[in-house]
């Protein structure tokens, strides 16, 4: 067979200079010279017929295109298919050389729920919620080993919204069930049973109604398990905005993310109009902020959301969101807190299928690191004058410091500032550690990274009313009993004039504390506590107070006691507080605490 009867394509000779020009022979008359040219007749048979250039040049070019198109197809499908499937590796990070990263924007999710929820709220209001996004390290991490079918176990601290008061009642939960479907931790749960329909998943609510973080910051390992993999905390009604409880609350930050398990840990804040009502925008939001901060955690905010709305529509939102303590939300109002933490969740597995885990450092970049810090941080030459000794005179040789050439070089010059070991690690410090304890700039730099790595942290005691496997046991407690109001809240009670009662301790920093109840609804009197003998140093607590919620507060009782076994008294003052009842002296103990 000749080389044109194999080749169709050269057919196209008809339209122009044959082969035989060229000196070669063709065996087909169409291709020789003295074939008389074809007739514009024949020529519009022959488009018609399919000979036209475009589809001729199609046919020819059809496999490199659809080779250099298989790639790209596959990528197509294996991001449709990838929030489905458990276990497939994360999707490669496109970049497009224009000096800036191609991010695919995650704020909607990349699932047909994602997109409900933007539809609902508007990206802006979704926007809005995240108070703090961070790195998204440990939440990523979290919905990684969940997309790998492992079990996922939930654990919720907080007050009376997470525990649901008042939207579910029922004979073993009159205050309302933490388990009823229309409560936040339920919907939270469908939401993961739904997503990964193959894995077990384990819902904790540890949320007790009255408590906040300071309670938690010392005992709330009682009340989730220790390797849990995502924990919620709920306290932006139920906590003060005394700047002391920023301490409690870097506390309780360090004490879970030193878990084992390495949990992410996401700030769910809730919001009320009575504390609105009595404090405006400045409510603890504003004390716990700084610490999530500080600590990369996230914050969902229900108050960023709904805050403007409350101001233009104060009654309908109070009825169509909250009950009639404006205290406590409805389904609704529990409905929205969902769907913010749910689109939040979603947005993260949207990044990780889109671009993976954090990527974790090399050694000699982190805080770890032993090389000197101009290997990191070049300062190869001075730029300032000693600082100023005399007020009035300036110091020798000023005028180099408005040497424009050493200021020019400081654009080149390499600032490779140390990072964290891992995108998981939390700071080495807590957030309220004076650095003078643990670093000194008048000193050489330490070789290595252990002067801070290394450090100790404190042993946490909590004797706790509300600890079920091990509750509460005062050695002594005459003219006190135990107290549980409606099968939630345990405390140590006492209405009796100088009733005593008596806890041991372990003390491993020096800080001892009571967390007691207080409300101007319930008659509640005064008592003061001691640690050990001193009883001339005892602190007067009073559980009365004009606010109008009933919560426990955390008060400290002595700041420097020595490190070993000691012991509380508590005993019931023979005054009040009380402004309109001389005899109330109910006093209620929930734990006491030391570190």
């Not at 000779?13 to 007749?41: I, K, M, R, V």
Request: proline share 9%.
């Amino acid at each position: 067979m000749s080389r044109q009867s194999r080749d169709p394509d050269l057919e196209l000779s008809a339209y122009g200079p044959s082969s035989a020009s060229h000196g070669e022979s063709s065996s087909s008359p169409l291709l020789n010279d003295h074939a008389p040219p074809p007739s514009p007749s024949r020529r519009r048979r022959q488009t018609a017929h399919g000979r036209h250039p475009a589809l001729v040049g199609l046919r020819r070019w059809w496999k490199p295109l659809a080779a250099l198109s298989f790639p790209f197809v596959c990528l197509f499908i294996y991001a449709l298919v990838h929030p489905y499937v458990p276990g497939l590796p994360p999707l490669p990070t496109v970049s497009i050389d224009t000096g800036k990263t191609a991010l695919r924007d995650c704020l909607c999710g990349a699932t047909r729920e994602g997109e409900r929820l933007c539809s609902v709220y508007r990206p802006e209001g979704l926007r809005t919620s995240r108070l703090v996004e961070g790195t998204g390290a440990r939440v990523r991490n979290m919905l990684a080993h969940a997309r790998d079918g492992r079990p996922i176990k939930v654990g919720i601290l907080g007050g009376s919204v997470s525990a649901c008061h008042g939207v579910h009642p029922s004979k073993d939960y009159p205050q309302g069930d933490p388990n009823g479907p229309g409560c936040y931790p339920s919907l939270v749960k469908d939401w993961f049973e739904a997503t990964f329909p193959d894995n077990d998943v384990e819902f904790m609510n540890g949320a007790i109604g009255g408590m906040d973080s300071s309670y938690y910051a010392f005992c709330g390992t009682h009340h989730i398990a220790l390797d849990v993999d995502l924990i919620v905390l709920e306290f932006d009604v139920n906590d003060q905005t005394d700047i002391i409880y920023q301490s409690f609350f870097d506390q309780l930050l360090r004490v879970l993310l030193e878990f084992q398990s390495q949990p992410a840990v996401v700030i769910l804040g809730s919001w009320s109009p009575q504390v609105a009502q009595d404090v405006g925008y400045g409510d603890p939001q504003m004390v716990h902020l700084p610490i999530a901060h500080y600590y990369d955690i996230p914050y969902i905010s229900m108050k960023r959301v709904v805050f403007n709305h409350y101001l233009r529509y104060p009654d309908s939102m109070a009825q169509a969101f909250f009950q009639p303590d404006l205290l406590h939300p409805k389904a609704r109002g529990h409905r929205v807190l969902a769907d913010l933490l749910i689109s939040y969740l979603e947005s993260e597995l949207c990044m990780l299928a889109t671009h993976g885990l954090p990527v974790v450092p090399e050694h000699a970049d982190t805080i770890a690191s032993t090389l000197s810090s101009s290997s990191l941080v070049e300062v190869p030459f001075p730029l300032d004058t000693l600082h100023l000794v005399d007020p009035v005179t300036p110091p020798d040789n000023w005028e180099s410091t408005f040497d424009p050439a050493p200021l020019a070089r400081l654009t080149s010059e390499a600032r490779h500032f140390v990072l964290p070991l891992t995108p998981y690690s939390l700071p080495p410090v807590a957030a309220f550690t004076p650095l003078r304890d643990v670093v000194d700039p008048h000193r050489p730099d330490p070789p290595s990274g252990r002067h801070v790595l290394g450090l100790a942290q404190p042993k946490l005691f909590c004797a706790d009313a509300n600890d079920r496997a091990h509750p509460m046991r005062p050695t002594s407690y005459e003219g006190w009993r135990e107290f549980v109001w409606n099968g939630e809240k345990h405390f140590w009670v006492s209405d009796t004039v100088s009733a005593r009662i008596r806890v041991e301790i372990k003390v491993s920093a020096g800080r001892v504390a009571i967390y007691y109840f207080r409300s101007q609804h319930y008659d509640l009197g005064d008592a003061k506590c001691w640690v050990d003998d001193n009883e001339q140093g005892a602190v007067d607590l009073a559980g009365y107070w004009t606010k109008q919620y009933n919560v426990a507060v955390v008060e400290y009782i002595d700041r420097n006691v020595t490190a070993g076994d000691h012991y509380v008294t508590c005993e019931v003052a023979p005054t009040t507080s009380h402004p309109t009842n001389p005899g109330a002296h109910n006093f209620r103990i929930v734990a006491v605490m030391a570190t």
